[in-house]
């Protein structure tokens, strides 16, 4: 129980369906801030007391579970290292495929508890995984790190339901956290300045901004993990002759960071590594499927085949702004097939 009103409801609709339900919030930050900053970040003191609420208010037990140093260890030391490589991790999912669906599922299961129940709108349908009916809430991506054995121990009760039908609910049901804002952006930086967070933990590194057509060197930057593929703002580019550049690719062992135009972001083909098969197996060595590389991106359909233990996956409509450390999540229709972690793209 997060002390937001999603997992308010999946706790109450998991009582209403006769389940003996537990809440427990996890205490995630060594530090937590006693208020939020606006509806950023989550996992403050604040959070615990809705979540405390919340559960009295439906008369089931609650427990406050410590895995800040495991989230620290898995989460966050992750992002930042895998940004110090030049890639873009995304951390929600990370947290999804460490914490909550390993480090607490495996201990619930130790407990005696059956599964674990999260306010994530996804839908299991005969154990597999498939988007919310609220397209502009649905999770499914950043779940698709589940493995079958763990989608097997997991109950999401929101996914037949819109965010405004779960608002609406909480509000009937007397929960204090109804109209609570959702938190945004990353939860361990609830600032928002992700590029400060880094520079603090990861030192300035200066180097050349270099543009990919003519390799003339055209800015410079203070480290290069401040930067994203596709990033266009925030250059403070000189010499580019008034056209717009946007970042294009991040070379880690030279430090420079590569722009160029438009057309050069369009990725057509990526590999993944260490896939995961949500149904517990590919459907094949090679088939057609829909590919999502964002967790609100739109979808381009694809063909995957596996390359010993790799993925390859050729976009039929190529996508912009594909960067390393990315997910790709392949879907049938609204079923999530598997997912991989981009290694590398190529137009």
């Excluded at 995630?28 to 403050?44: E, F, M, N």
């Excluded at 967070?197 to 003519?214: K, S, W």
Aim: hydrophobic letters at 40%; glycine letters at 10%.
């Amino acid at each position: 129980m997060s002390g937001g009103v999603d997992s308010a409801v999946a706790a109450a609709r998991a009582v209403d369906a006769g389940h003996d339900v537990t809440g427990v919030h996890l205490a995630l930050s060594r530090v937590p801030a006693s208020t939020r900053s606006g509806a950023r970040g989550c996992c403050t003191a604040e959070d615990a007391r809705d979540a405390r609420r919340a559960a009295d208010a439906l008369g089931i037990a609650f427990y406050v579970w410590d895995l800040a140093e495991r989230f620290h260890a898995d989460v966050v030391d992750d992002f930042v290292a895998e940004y110090g490589a030049g890639r873009t991790p995304n951390p929600c999912l990370r947290c999804n495929e460490r914490i909550k669906f390993a480090a607490v599922l495996d201990r619930a299961r130790a407990l005696g508890y059956d599964a674990v129940v999260t306010g994530h709108h996804a839908r299991l349908h005969g154990g597999a995984l498939r988007r919310s009916v609220d397209s502009a809430k649905d999770q499914s991506y950043v779940l698709a790190v589940c493995t079958a054995e763990q989608l097997a121990h997991a109950m999401f009760p929101l996914g037949e339901s819109t965010k405004d039908e779960v608002r609406a609910e909480a509000a009937r049901r007397g929960l204090a956290v109804a109209a609570k804002p959702d938190s945004h952006d990353i939860c361990f930086i609830p600032d928002g300045d992700t590029a400060g967070f880094l520079r603090r933990r990861l030192g300035a590194a200066p180097g050349d901004v270099v543009d990919d057509e003519t390799d003339a060197v055209v800015g410079r930057h203070d480290g290069a993990f401040a930067y994203t593929v596709g990033q266009r703002r925030g250059l403070g580019l000189a010499h580019t002759g008034g056209r717009p550049r946007y970042v294009l690719a991040i070379e880690p062992v030279s430090n420079v960071v590569r722009v160029g135009a438009a057309d050069r972001l369009d990725v057509g083909r990526l590999t993944g590594v260490h896939p995961v098969w949500t149904t517990g197996r590919p459907p094949s060595a090679s088939f057609d499927c829909s590919a999502q590389v964002r967790a609100h991106g739109s979808t381009s359909r694809a063909t995957a085949r596996l390359h010993r233990d790799a993925l390859d996956v050729t976009l039929h409509n190529p996508q912009r702004g594909v960067a390393p450390g990315q997910a790709v999540v392949l879907y049938d229709g609204d079923t999530v097939i598997g997912s991989a972690t981009i290694d590398s793209t190529d137009a």
